[in-house]
């Protein structure tokens, strides 16, 4: 680790200066400030995707558990993502520790433009052992995160849509099936138009920077919906709608915004446009089907609140290790 961080300093930087050619991705004290938080919140907090797993738990205590647990979990993604790649890029760009590891290291040399190649070039120096459980991680992942979106568009499609629109009175029995089949459809169409994006680079990032567009709106109605009691559905609706022509208008004019400021600003102007339109329309002062927070609605235990405030601490001490 040392030996990395004295040849690839600045790949240890996680707050980066304007003229970082990564600026553009991770905007400086922005990524602390700005969109970033945007990203996250709606991600872990209003994501069904994530939140199913919450959802899921036989009570509100054994769910604070598991976010809490996956929480910790989070913090070692660093090591096991981000290190890896930084040690592929340091043997690579020195001659002759490349040329130590043999011959087998000289094949399928991971570049700028072949990043992908970095870690399963990494593993093939690993042990045997160690390789089949690289391997079973990794399957173990991809099912799981399949099996997580299958579920989440079966769900959304058979409760949100069909039987919301198009068959209000359909027995439980049918909505399984349906569920089921368009769990099926959505796979087959993933199966088509994955061959589609071999050529969009990073595939995280760009996941990261569309759906973007559409995040800052989603996120601001929920917030709002929960803490504001003045919220109403005209202004969600009308909010969400303007969010997304103002968030193309950002990324497609020539400003050169990073996309995660691009998210930020396009949260700004929804809550604001939800509460402009929610105050001039309502007819009462509070909506009707505001939701009633109390003093109990979000408690949580004494442990909880201890590792929640371990993570926090943790966090702090990782941005300052490596501001």
């Known amino acids: 680790m040392s030996r990395m961080a004295s040849e690839a300093p600045a790949h240890f930087e996680m707050i980066l200066s304007q003229d970082n050619p990564q ?6 004290i922005a990524v602390l400030i700005g969109g970033l938080w945007v990203a996250n919140l709606y991600y872990w907090g209003f994501n069904q995707y994530i939140i199913q797993r919450a959802l899921a738990a036989k009570s509100i205590n054994e769910a604070q558990k598991g976010l809490v647990f996956a929480a910790f979990l989070k913090l070692i993604v660093p090591i096991l993502v981000v290190v890896p790649g930084i040690a592929a890029f340091v043997i690579v760009s020195d001659p002759a520790l490349l040329a130590g590891l043999g011959t087998m290291a000289q094949e399928h040399i991971p570049t700028l433009a072949q990043a992908d190649k970095a870690y399963p070039w990494l593993t093939q120096f690993l042990p045997v052992g160690a390789k089949g459980v690289v391997f079973a991680a990794l399957a173990a992942a991809i099912v799981s995160s399949l099996a997580s979106m299958l579920n989440s568009v079966a769900t959304i499609f058979t409760m949100d849509i069909y039987k919301e629109y198009i ?4 027995a439980d029995h049918k909505l399984v099936n349906v ?13 088509f138009i994955a061959p589609l994006l071999g050529n969009i680079g990073q595939a995280f990032q760009y996941i990261q920077e569309y759906t973007g567009l559409v995040s800052p709106g989603i996120l601001a109605v929920f917030l709002l ?7 109403n559905a005209k202004g969600a609706i009308i909010g969400v709608l303007l969010s997304i022509p103002f968030a193309l208008f950002l990324k497609l004019m020539p400003l050169g915004m990073p996309f995660l400021d691009q998210m930020m ?5 929804t809550a604001v446009v939800i509460g402009l339109i929610s105050l001039t329309t309502a007819k009462e002062d509070d909506c009707e089907g505001a939701i009633i927070l109390t003093s109990e609605t979000f408690k949580t235990s004494t442990g909880f609140n201890i590792a929640s405030y371990a993570i926090m601490v943790i966090l702090c001490v990782l941005y300052a290790l490596f501001w």
């Open 265 to 269: 600003y396009t949260f700004f102007f």
């Open 225 to 231: 919906g929960l803490f504001w009691k003045k919220t």
């Open 167 to 170: 068959a209000p009175s359909t």
């Open 23 to 28: 600026f553009s991705n991770l905007p400086g």
């Open 179 to 191: 569920g089921r089949i368009s769990a099926v459809v959505a796979l087959i169409v993933a199966c």
